[in-house]
């Protein structure tokens, strides 16, 4: 088996006891029992959300979700307002221009957060706009977007709001309906701390009501099928879901209810402020503008004098941590940390401990032990 400490932005480390629940015995989907298990989890994930809307499970990974958000309100033609400034901002005009739309390309700089005063330009120049998209946190750069700013802005226009928050939901403020989101969709593998391949979305009544006057292209994706199933008695999904991770969804959600979302979230903002203390007290730079760091994952620059496979390949081959690397343009110069799910003290001093003596074995200009002091500073004060 392999201990390799997983410090990247997902999947991340998964407790025993929601390990342990994925071996219970498989029971039938369309049965009572299975209804009841499933009324569970979707109740738990729309407190999550923070909204009285009924949320949807599907058997699919953050992406899934996120098709599924544009899909069901998209035809042929119709304008998307895309927050571009990451990978997952592109996937959502990707996925945009897979449903036939026509994506209206709001690009933001790498480390930088949208300006709502942006989106408000475009909102009042273009009357034609159906749904504007925005990454909650983007793991590719380690930037929150101001998400309840942007909400204040788009419930002014006649146009969807559709957030991501794939790896934000569950380690940061997100009120589905207190930000005027319509459509909010997320995954199991990041602040949920559950395995992989199984996403969340919710829908308020303004984004069914263009769900239901929408021509879509949809079958495993067709929310009006999950709709259908989920009212049924009892309730159902449309499909074959993944019975044993339904059973390791609701008990990582029973376990995000019993620490408290309050908690939980602080919990991650600490984590995010002793990983940027350790980082800069190491004399490393960050990539991201400070003040919209992530609480979820933190991508700092390579120094000079190391290669991101040298960087991370002795991080994992010799110290047993594994990171993150750059993408897309960043690729090879800069690396992320993650620290969502189940974070605590622990793994970030580990990392960091490894972080400086492999820098010190490159030869850098590490004083070791600086950034661990940084990170215990952080932990006694917080």
């Known amino acids: 088996m392999d201990e390799t400490l997983l410090m990247i932005p997902g999947p991340t480390r998964v407790a025993p006891r929601v390990l342990k629940a994925m071996s219970e015995n ?3 989907h369309r049965s009572a029992v299975f ?7 979707t109740e738990m994930m729309s407190e999550v959300f923070q909204t009285d809307n009924q949320s949807y499970i599907l058997t699919g990974s953050g992406t899934a979700a996120m098709e599924a958000a544009l899909g069901n309100i998209i035809e ?7 927050i571009v400034g990451g990978k997952f901002g592109e996937r959502f005009m990707q996925i945009t221009e897979t449903h036939r739309g026509q994506p209206v390309k709001l690009e933001v700089e790498w480390g930088h957060a949208v300006d709502p ?8 120049e273009d009357d034609d706009i159906k749904a504007v998209t925005i990454v909650h946190n983007e793991t590719s750069t ?23 928050t794939v790896s934000s939901l569950g380690g940061d403020d997100v009120f589905v309906d207190g930000y005027n989101i319509d459509i909010c969709v997320t995954g199991s593998q990041k602040c949920l701390a559950a395995p992989p391949g199984m996403s969340a979305i919710t829908l308020n009544d303004d984004a069914w009501k263009v769900v239901d006057n929408t021509e879509t292209y949809n079958y495993y994706l067709d929310m009006k099928r999950y709709r259908k199933s989920g009212s049924a008695k009892p309730p159902e999904t449309p499909y074959t879901p993944s019975v044993s991770l339904m059973y390791a969804m609701r008990e990582a959600l029973i376990a995000v209810m019993e620490e408290g979302l309050e908690s939980r979230i602080e919990r991650h ?13 190491m004399g490393l730079e960050l990539f991201a503008q400070l003040e ?54 622990r793994e970030i001093i580990s990392t960091i401990s490894a972080l400086e003596m492999t820098l010190k074995e ?10 661990v002091a940084a990170v215990e500073e952080a932990y006694l004060i917080g």
């Open 26 to 28: 498989i029971v039938n």
């Open 35 to 41: 209804g009841e298990i499933l009324t569970e989890t």
């Open 76 to 82: 042929k033609d119709d304008k998307v307002l895309t």
């Open 117 to 124: 005063k942006d989106v408000e330009y475009i909102l009042e």
């Open 142 to 164: 380690g930037v929150t977007n101001p998400i309840d700013k942007v909400g204040k802005i788009v419930k002014d226009y006649d146009a969807l709001y559709v957030v991501d």
């Open 269 to 281: 903002q600490l984590a995010a402020l002793a990983t940027r203390n350790g980082i800069k007290a």
């Open 292 to 345: 919209v760091s992530s609480n979820t994952v933190t991508a700092i620059k390579i120094p000079e004098g190391v290669t991101d496979k040298e960087l991370r390949g002795t991080m994992r081959n010799k110290y047993q941590i594994e990171l993150a690397g750059g993408q897309d343009h960043l690729k090879g110069n800069v690396f992320r940390i993650g620290h969502m799910g189940n974070i605590t003290h």
């Open 362 to 371: 490159f030869n850098l200009d590490v004083c070791l032990g600086t950034g």
